[in-house]
Antibody, heavy 117, light 110 residues
């Protein structure tokens, strides 16, 4: 069974940092693009970043460029999102997703990040 | 303001057919395939349609997708109460170099 389990969410002060993890199981992690998508409370979905199968290509939405870094460890079957200089507007549920726009798409259950003083 | 435009709400009665539109531009829908997701409150989104009109295994054939030019549509026939959900379209935008989502449509089954 395909599983994606996010962890690392927390309450953090503005300007703080947080690292999200997404543990994958039930499929060959190293053969899929992976994405992070977030959803602010009561709002729609917003794509954050994605990373190629081997980690050689990464793309970000403008609002997080220079602050967030997506990475992966294929040996550990894990996806990461390092978030620095967090702002109130980064408050959201963060989802990791496999193969987001293709037929093998699968989402994790999401993890809440709250940025507040 | 989402790059892809969806109606904020839609409704229908059980058994009816409803459609949800998703309007974009040549840089996104016009040049790339469209996916549709649905999301129940408090749960993660799930894939409903990919590559404009393909259903993943397990998705009933009551759900169908189509694309024409810079617009896409999701049709749900034989509407059921469990179809009450939020629906999102998404695609790659070749100019912005990002994945773009529609703002979402809340479907109510009356």
């Amino acid at each position: 069974e395909v599983q994606l389990v996010e962890s690392g969410g927390d309450l953090v002060q503005p300007g703080g940092s947080l690292r999200l993890s997404c543990a994958a199981s039930g499929f060959t992690f190293s053969t899929y693009w992976m994405d992070w998508v977030r959803q602010a409370p009561g709002k729609g979905l917003e794509w954050v970043a994605n990373i190629k199968e081997d980690g050689s290509k990464k793309t970000y939405v403008d609002s997080v460029k220079g602050r967030f870094t997506i990475s992966r460890d294929n040996a550990k079957k894990s996806l990461y999102l390092q978030m620095n200089d967090l702002r109130a507007e980064d408050t959201a549920v963060y989802y990791c997703a496999r193969d987001l726009l293709r037929g093998a798409c699968h989402w994790g259950q999401g993890i809440l990040v709250t940025v507040s003083s | 303001q989402s790059v892809l435009t969806q109606p904020p709400s839609a409704s229908g009665t059980p058994g009816q057919r409803v459609t949800i539109s998703c309007s974009g531009s040549t840089s996104n829908i016009g040049g790339n395939t469209v996916s549709w997701f649905h999301q129940l409150p408090g749960t993660a989104p799930k894939l409903l349609i990919y590559s404009n009109n393909q259903r993943p295994s397990g998705v009933p054939d009551r759900f169908s997708g189509s694309k024409s030019g810079t617009s896409a549509s999701l049709a749900i026939s034989g509407l059921q109460s469990e179809d009450e959900s939020d629906y999102y379209c998404a695609t790659w935008d070749g100019s912005l170099k990002v994945v773009v989502f529609g703002g979402g449509t809340k479907l109510t089954v009356l």
